[in-house]
């Protein structure tokens, strides 16, 4: 008698059950856009019968029961960032031991060059690997190590990239093709029990650093002292930490004003998307796609980023968002208060960004990927 996954995989069509190894550098219990890409794919693909396991380093219990942890991680500087890597020793014997017992069919290596599991693993090269290159902007690894990664590199059976600007970065230094698959998203079923303040809600989501221009949001937003049609005083959700968390928070310390939740789970994270009226994403540079702007969109939320190249593959100015001059204050205060101020645009840009984020759906993502296994293994 057929198992119960067999059964489910033939249902929806996607032929025999695989064993996927999913791979991911970054520690899977802090947040970040590549690790709940992967977390993601990995829960879609199961629903449709595929044994998949995500590998990779944890800041302790793994997020979910399918996870097998690698270790602690290691803050590593990375892309004008600190990255939650795990490039020790320790780490790599971990891997090595579980992709021999495990028996995957295929790997899948999301940033396949990172150091830790995913090199290792590529290092490795006994099973066919998908990679999935995740970053943008500058590459200091790229630049410098061109000439090992690019023997390694050719390692990857099918290289995929997340958008052009992520293509364009490990092209230039590396060479090789790359097919684009954008990122997904999954909207997890809106809870009943939330309620409205009556006050209007802009919410940030991402690391207290530099790049990700959370300081241009605070002075904008700071400048916003009343919503313009007497609905109170609007209030901004800070989610996320970073290296300039303890200094903002002095900063701007006002509890009535800005309310500072640090880390949050996925659950409360969707809470605050679904109470946010903005979803405000300032960043200055190095975001190679903008998967918050999607979440906010399918939230319902209307969208306020800067205007830089990652985001675009997501966001048209005028139509499902407002993008603004990156690192430019003025015009940020500026764009939040025409959204606050004009219902008919938020109304317009929130319907649109509704479609918009229609598109780029978890379930399909992970038919894709599947469809690149399966001419793999074939």
């Known amino acids: 008698m057929a198992s119960l996954s067999t059964e489910l995989a033939e249902r929806s069509g996607v032929g025999r059950v695989m064993r996927v190894g999913m791979f991911c550098p970054y520690s899977l219990t802090v947040p970040g856009g590549v690790q709940a890409q992967v977390l993601g794919l990995a829960e879609e693909m199961r629903r449709r019968g595929h044994e998949v396991r995500v590998l990779g380093p944890c800041d302790g219990p793994p997020p979910t029961t399918y996870v097998?942890?690698?270790?602690?991680?290691?803050?590593?500087?990375?892309?004008?960032?600190?990255?939650?890597?795990?490039?020790?020793?320790?780490?790599?014997?971990?891997t090595i031991r579980a992709v021999r017992d495990e028996g995957f069919d295929v790997w899948h290596l999301h940033e396949p060059l990172a150091p830790g599991p995913t090199l290792t693993a590529l290092t490795l090269h006994s099973r066919p690997i998908v990679g999935t290159f995740h970053a943008a902007g500058r590459s200091s690894s790229y630049r410098y190590l061109a000439p090992v990664l690019r023997r390694l590199v050719r390692r990857v059976d099918i290289a995929v990239a997340v958008s052009p600007d992520a293509r364009d970065l490990v092209r230039g230094?590396?060479?090789?093709?790359?097919?684009?698959?954008?990122?997904?998203?999954?909207?997890?079923?809106?809870?009943?029990?939330?309620?409205?303040?009556?006050?209007p809600h802009v919410l940030f989501l991402g690391r207290?650093?530099?790049?990700?221009?959370?300081?241009?949001?605070?002075?904008?937003?700071?400048?916003?002292?009343?919503?313009?049609?007497?609905?109170?005083?609007?209030?901004?959700?800070?989610?996320?930490?970073?290296?300039?968390?303890?200094?903002?928070?002095?900063?701007?310390?006002?509890?009535?004003?800005?309310?500072?939740?640090?880390?949050?789970?996925?659950?409360?994270?969707?809470?605050?998307?679904?109470?946010?009226?903005?979803?405000?994403?300032?960043?200055?540079?190095?975001?190679?796609?903008?998967?918050?702007?999607?979440?906010?969109?399918?939230?319902?939320?209307?969208?306020?980023?800067?205007?830089?190249?990652?985001?675009?593959n997501v966001a048209t100015d005028g139509r499902d968002a407002v993008l603004v001059p990156p690192g430019n204050v003025e015009a940020l205060e500026s764009?939040?208060?025409?959204?606050?101020?004009?219902?008919?645009?938020?109304?317009?840009?929130?319907?649109?960004?509704?479609?918009?984020?229609?598109?780029?759906?978890?379930?399909?993502?992970?038919?894709?990927?599947?469809?690149?296994?399966?001419?793999?293994?074939?």
């Not at 004008?80 to 020790?88: Q, V």
């Not at 101020?341 to 599947?370: T, V, W």
């Open 68 to 94: 097998t942890p690698l270790g602690n991680s290691l803050p590593t500087a990375a892309n004008g960032s600190i990255a939650p890597l795990a490039p020790d020793p320790s780490a790599a014997l971990r």
């Open 173 to 199: 230094h590396l060479g090789g093709e790359y097919e684009v698959l954008f990122n997904g998203v999954s909207v997890p079923p809106r809870p009943t029990d939330l309620v409205d303040d009556g006050r």
């Open 208 to 312: 207290h650093e530099e790049r990700k221009g959370l300081e241009v949001l605070l002075r904008a937003f700071d400048r916003i002292e009343r919503h313009p049609k007497g609905h109170g005083r609007p209030v901004l959700d800070v989610v996320g930490d970073g290296p300039d968390s303890a200094r903002l928070r002095a900063e701007y310390s006002d509890p009535d004003r800005f309310r500072w939740h640090g880390r949050v789970s996925e659950e409360m994270k969707w809470r605050l998307l679904w109470q946010a009226e903005v979803l405000c994403a300032p960043a200055l540079r190095g975001e190679s796609f903008g998967i918050v702007l999607l979440e906010g969109m399918a939230s319902g939320a209307t969208v306020i980023a800067s205007d830089i190249d990652g985001y675009r």
């Open 335 to 378: 764009a939040l208060g025409a959204v606050m101020i004009d219902r008919d645009l938020r109304d317009r840009l929130r319907m649109a960004g509704l479609e918009r984020a229609s598109g780029f759906a978890m379930s399909a993502l992970a038919d894709a990927y599947i469809e690149r296994y399966q001419r793999l293994l074939n």
